[in-house]
């Protein structure tokens, strides 16, 4: 499976763009880039993916590097309620068509005033 | 519309009692999956199920079971309870194929001593 790689921690003002780096050097051509979030001990929340172009949604943005070796998440403008966990996730595709997401240990985005 | 639902939120086992972790969804996913959660740790897959009458092992199956009589339901049976299974279970669904987004639940705090 692809290993991803993510910085333990990173701060981030109110109102200002969060931007979330994410290594996976190793993808391979057909397997997508997921990021969830977990607040506090919740389940984790979906927020986007993307296989080799860029994506937006109501959430957030994803940017993946042209040799899709890394990503960034792009949180536009955060807010404390965006205080969380963030996952990147390489997903493997299971016999039978279901998902396999390695989690890692993640990124802890605080948002502060 | 509920999404994924689990019980019990909480649970308190002595080490070599059985219990079921329960999970339905009402989405008509055929896609579910169990998940461990471990302090300072990502999600690990316990098992998964991509229809009903099917199921397989993920990465850390060993000392649970499953079975999928039904596509809303997906119980995770812990037969004979160790301490190093204390940890929060979360169940999550999805449809398939394999890119759709998951929805997790809750999740169940178990504690084992």
């Known amino acids: 499976d692809a290993k991803t790689t993510q910085p333990p921690s990173m701060d981030c003002a109110e109102g200002r763009a969060a931007n979330l780096p994410c290594n996976h050097s190793t993808i391979s051509g057909n397997e997508y880039v997921y990021w969830y979030r977990q607040i506090h001990s919740q389940g984790p929340q979906y927020i986007i993916h993307?296989?080799?172009n860029n994506e937006t949604n109501e959430m957030a943005s994803l940017i993946i590097t042209e040799d899709r070796k890394s990503s960034t998440l792009i949180l536009p403008h955060a807010t404390l309620r965006d205080t969380a966990v963030y996952y990147c996730i390489v997903r493997v595709v299971l016999t039978g068509g279901g998902n396999k997401l390695t989690f890692g240990t993640g990124t802890q985005l605080k948002v502060e005033l | 519309n509920a999404g994924v639902t689990q019980t019990p939120k909480f649970q308190v086992l002595k080490t070599g009692q059985s219990m079921t972790l329960q999970c339905a969804q009402d989405?008509?996913?055929?896609?579910m999956s169990w998940y461990r959660q471990d302090p300072g740790m990502g999600l690990r897959l316990i098992h998964y199920s991509v229809g009903a009458g099917i199921t397989d092992q993920g990465e850390v199956p060993n000392g649970y079971n499953v079975s999928r009589s039904t596509t809303e339901d997906f119980p995770l049976r812990l037969l004979s309870a160790a301490p190093s299974q204390t940890s929060v279970y979360f169940c999550?669904?999805?449809?398939?194929?394999?890119?759709?987004?998951?929805?997790f639940g809750s999740g169940t705090q178990l504690s084992v001593l």
């Open positions: 993307g296989l080799k």
């Open positions: 999550a669904s999805s449809r398939v194929p394999a890119n759709e987004k998951l929805f």
């Open positions: 989405m008509n996913h055929e896609y």
